[in-house]
């Protein structure tokens, strides 16, 4: 799992979303969902908001 790049919430100012690369395919990921790795395989769990970078925006794309 790499990181790709991260946001921070404007209320809270903790770290909010991470963006990250997994088996070839990359996710937006909110910290509110739960997420498992099984056999380095992401299986999410409750993570509706696990949106693939490539129904993002360009300008939101790292």
């Known amino acids: 799992m790499r990181i790709i790049k991260h946001t921070k919430d404007a209320y809270s100012q903790k770290i909010a979303i991470f963006e990250i690369y997994v088996e070839n395919e990359s996710f937006k990921i909110d910290l509110n ?20 970078l490539n129904n ?6 790292p």
């Open 33 to 52: 969902c739960e997420l498992v790795f099984l056999n380095h395989k992401l299986n999410s769990h409750h993570a509706s908001s696990a949106t693939p």
């Open 56 to 61: 993002i925006s360009p300008q939101n794309k």
